[in-house]
């Protein structure tokens, strides 16, 4: 069964900091996997997605993510975090070789980014 | 939230009422989903609809109903039969039916509680 697993519940950073939250993934075949962002009260927005070829995928915001398949990881980062990206980050999958399209979510990881 | 809307915002019923919640896209995409989030919990598809006329439970289908008689319209019913209906409802939609390579764009959200 495919699953994802966000370990940290809340990640704290000081402004202009880089930041990681952390995103590992269990999925049998090639995996899809994608981060999200929620503010407060609102729906999730698309950050960036890994389906193949770079390891390192650039998406909004001037945030990035990391595949590493030995690791069964797909961490997001940022070089300098911002006030601005504190909010709350999902990291999802599909793929695999039961395919449905569907996306199993993680948890979600506070990230809280302090002046 | 791009081009999909969710109404109402916010929604307030007495528990043993039906409540139904709008989901209407204009992307022209074929895949649409229902998720439901509580804290601490992420998201938890509750279904999902590849094309018109079709659609599958997710893995918390009890208590909920939908349909899907247009491209651009996934309503879902919460019934009196869930038994705790009181949560942040979210719709999503995707370009492709199957494949899972496709973001999902989401919805603004629907709180909904139940007295």
């Known amino acids: 069964a495919q699953s994802v697993a966000q370990p940290e519940d809340q990640v704290n950073v000081a402004e202009g900091n880089p930041l990681t939250v952390k995103c590992t993934y269990s999925?049998?075949?090639?995996?899809?996997l994608f981060w999200y962002v929620q503010y407060p009260n609102r729906g999730l927005q698309f950050l960036l997605k890994?389906?193949?070829?770079?390891?390192l995928v650039k998406g909004s915001y001037g945030f990035e993510a990391e595949f590493n398949k030995s690791q069964t990881s797909f961490h997001l980062k940022k070089p300098s975090a911002l006030v601005s990206d504190s909010a709350l980050y999902f990291c999802?999958?599909?793929?695999?070789?039961?395919?449905?399209?569907?996306?199993?979510f993680g948890q979600g990881t506070t990230l809280q980014v302090k002046p | 939230d791009g081009g999909i809307t969710q109404s109402p915002k916010y929604l307030f019923r007495k528990e043993g009422q039906n409540v139904t919640l709008s989901c209407e896209q204009n992307?022209?995409?074929?895949?649409m989903y229902w998720y439901r989030q509580d804290p601490g919990q992420g998201l938890r598809l509750i279904y999902y609809?590849?094309?018109?006329?079709?659609?599958q439970k997710g893995d918390i289908a009890e208590g909920y109903s939908v349909s899907r008689e247009k491209k651009e319209s996934f309503p879902l019913t919460v019934t009196s039969a869930q038994k705790n209906p009181t949560a942040f409802y979210l719709c999503?939609?995707?370009?492709?039916?199957?494949?899972?390579?496709?973001?999902?764009?989401f919805g603004p959200g629907t709180r909904l509680t139940v007295t």
């Open positions: 999925v049998s075949g090639n995996p899809y």
């Open positions: 999503a939609s995707s370009n492709r039916r199957t494949g899972g390579t496709y973001e999902q764009y």
């Open positions: 890994y389906i193949t070829g770079d390891n």
């Open positions: 992307l022209n995409h074929d895949a």
């Open positions: 999802a999958v599909s793929g695999g070789s039961s395919n449905t399209g569907k996306l199993i």
């Open positions: 609809s590849q094309i018109v006329n079709d659609f």
